[in-house]
């Protein structure tokens, strides 16, 4: 059995992973959150081990951490449009966060570290797809948090023998995304309370949407690995909001009342990533094309009602 950590674990995707490597049963599991979005409620406690906490807190961490074989690090502030607004928490949160993180897994020789970044946020708005090679311009401090995410866990990996990998997410999206302020789960909700689906721009920009049952099988083959480096993890395809409304609209069987908004500050027009080096280094391979996994999300939020 592998003991894992997974910081920021009652969140979204941490929920998701939990499931996912007790199910397998190679994995024991802890998450420590500070539960500011997540919930503890959402997981299993009694195969999930839950320490509250805050990567802020080094004795919280600590307690977290200590007797880990590998860290999935998830915990971050999330939101483009929030860190632009608030630059100095995005800091606090995500690196000063990874930086304790890192201190601890080197003091407790915790040697397996698999972390949370992102593409279209740190190598800006470029011609797509994205890839590994791109050189970093991050147009938000969240790209710039995430950039500095790398650059450090790059230099423990080389510095002090541990080994680590940044995971470039797309935009992910499924079931269980109950405070996700993404797309996918922003339109759902307003849908099901009856409001407009606003769009900043024509809808002509493009995203890589990826099934969050995808993504959490990625993150447990690179858990299991020795990669090294950033690897992007998205579908691979590029799909513009206007598609994404028409896909909605098939799933949900219901006209939608769309808006349309000025281009905001700071957004990224078109990214879709490649994802070439993730499926020959981890072995990624997503299968959930994106109608069948709108279909599993509209269920789950139609079911709850959340509004």
């Known amino acids: 059995m592998k003991?894992?950590?997974?910081?920021?674990?009652?969140?979204?995707?941490?929920?998701?992973?939990?499931?996912?490597?007790?199910?397998?049963?190679?994995?024991?599991?802890?998450?420590?959150?500070?539960?500011?979005?997540?919930?503890?409620?959402?997981?299993?406690l009694e195969q999930v081990r839950f320490?509250?906490?805050?990567?802020?807190?080094?004795?919280?961490?600590?307690?977290?951490?200590?007797?880990?074989?590998?860290v999935v690090h998830l915990a971050a502030d999330t939101r483009v449009m929030d860190s632009i607004e608030d630059p100095a928490h995005n800091f606090e949160n995500n690196v000063v966060g990874t930086f304790n993180l890192l201190e601890l897994c080197r003091e407790l020789g915790v040697g397996r570290i698999v972390a949370a970044s992102t593409g279209g946020a740190i190598v800006g708005d470029v011609p797509p797809p994205v890839h590994e090679?791109?050189?970093?311009?991050?147009?938000?401090?969240?790209?710039?948090?995430?950039?500095?995410?790398?650059?450090?866990?790059?230099?423990?990996?080389?510095?002090?023998?541990?080994?680590g990998c940044a995971l470039r997410f797309s935009n992910i999206y499924g079931?269980?995304?109950?405070?996700?302020?993404?797309?996918?789960?922003?339109?759902?909700?307003?849908?099901?309370?009856?409001?407009?689906?606003?769009v900043y721009g024509d809808g002509?920009?493009?995203?890589?949407?990826?099934?969050?049952?995808?993504?959490?099988?990625?993150?447990?083959?690179?858990?299991?690995?020795?990669?090294?480096?950033?690897?992007?993890?998205?579908?691979g395809e590029p799909t513009t909001v206007n598609e994404l409304l028409d896909l909605m609209r098939a799933t949900t069987g219901q006209e939608l009342d769309v808006v349309y908004e000025d281009f905001r500050s700071g957004e990224v027009r078109r990214t879709w990533c490649?994802?070439?080096?993730?499926?020959?280094?981890?072995?990624?391979?997503?299968?959930?094309k994106l109608e069948e996994g709108l279909a599993r999300t509209w269920e789950w939020f139609r079911a709850r009602d959340v509004g």
């Not at 906490?53 to 590998?70: M, V, Y």
């Not at 995304?177 to 009856?194: D, P, T």
Request: glycine share 12%.
């Open 51 to 70: 320490v509250p906490g805050d990567l802020r807190d080094a004795d919280q961490l600590r307690e977290a951490l200590e007797g880990q074989d590998a």
């Open 3 to 44: 003991n894992v950590l997974i910081t920021g674990g009652a969140g979204f995707i941490g929920v998701h992973l939990a499931d996912h490597l007790t199910a397998s049963g190679d994995y024991t599991v802890t998450v420590i959150d500070n539960e500011s979005l997540g919930d503890r409620r959402n997981l299993d």
């Open 175 to 198: 079931p269980k995304s109950f405070h996700k302020g993404s797309v996918v789960a922003h339109f759902f909700k307003r849908i099901l309370s009856g409001e407009p689906l606003v």
């Open 274 to 288: 490649e994802i070439d080096k993730a499926r020959e280094g981890i072995g990624f391979a997503p299968v959930t």
């Open 133 to 163: 090679r791109m050189a970093a311009q991050p147009t938000s401090p969240y790209g710039a948090s995430k950039l500095m995410l790398e650059g450090y866990l790059s230099a423990y990996s080389g510095s002090y023998g541990m080994s």
């Open 204 to 235: 002509s920009q493009a995203r890589d949407f990826l099934y969050v049952g995808d993504l959490v099988e990625g993150i447990r083959t690179a858990i299991d690995s020795d990669a090294t480096g950033a690897y992007q993890l998205g579908s």
